[in-house]
């Protein structure tokens, strides 16, 4: 038991819940033990960091998921960092929930959002339920820009179809105009911004016969 409390406390940035550690055979009691002794530091009600681990940039991602519970999903900027395609730290951490309402026990850097997320677009990365690379640049792309949307299309991480089809799932969340405008952008087949200027100049001076590469 202790080995395999050791491992998950190791490959969870020091963060763990009441149902995980009672999922690996600790009782109440022993939960409640640590917590009085100081080994575990109580986050927030049900969300623990193990003392000997600090409060780092991926424990207060994980901190942040934990504390919405359920069925919780990280998405935008935050989940663009936690997968490697943004190179930004996140300051807030968006995290999806299908349950409506208040979340009195969040972490101080979450913002919980009330959407219901379609299983293909959830995936898990690290240990961690995030939204897939579609959704994730669309939805960080409100606060990155576009780029990130061209960053993630030049290494390959996602397609121009996969874009498309995650935007259509959901197409009345918030900034879902901004993105439209976006993909049409995209959809004009110039993958950087410096080429979308071209083709907007050509565009409106009437040029005709060219195609981007």
Same mark, same amino acid.
């Given at each position: ?57 991926? %424990?207060?991602? #994980?901190? =942040?998921?934990?504390? &919405?519970?359920?069925?919780?999903? /990280?998405?935008?900027? *935050?989940? +663009? ?31 919980? %959002?009330?959407? #219901?997320? =379609?299983?293909?677009? &959830?995936?898990?990365?690290?240990? /961690?339920?995030?939204? *897939?690379? +579609? ?79």
């Amino acid at each position: 038991m202790d080995m395999d409390l050791n491992e998950f406390v190791i490959r969870h940035d020091g963060v763990l819940t009441t149902s995980d550690a009672l999922s690996l055979g600790l009782s109440r009691s022993a939960i409640q033990r640590r917590v009085a002794s100081g080994e575990w530091r109580t986050i927030v009600r049900g969300v623990y960091l193990v003392a000997s681990y600090p409060r780092s940039a991926r %424990a207060q991602v #994980r901190l =942040a998921v934990a504390s &919405v519970g359920g069925p919780a999903v /990280l998405g935008g900027a *935050a989940a +663009a960092w936690w997968q490697g395609l943004a190179d930004v730290e996140p300051r807030k951490h968006l995290v999806l929930s299908p349950v409506p309402g208040r979340h009195p026990r969040c972490t101080s850097t979450t913002l919980v %959002a009330h959407r #219901r997320i =379609a299983e293909n677009d &959830v995936t898990e990365y690290r240990g /961690l339920r995030v939204t *897939a690379p +579609a959704l994730t640049v669309l939805d960080a792309s409100l606060d990155l820009g576009i780029a990130i949307v061209d960053s993630a299309l030049l290494r390959r991480r996602t397609t121009i179809e996969s874009l498309e089809a995650a935007h259509r799932r959901y197409p009345r969340r918030r900034g879902a105009p901004r993105i439209s405008q976006y993909l049409r952008l995209l959809g004009s087949g110039a993958r950087s911004e410096a080429e979308r200027l071209v083709v907007g100049a050509f565009r409106g001076g009437g040029i005709v016969g060219w195609h981007a590469n």
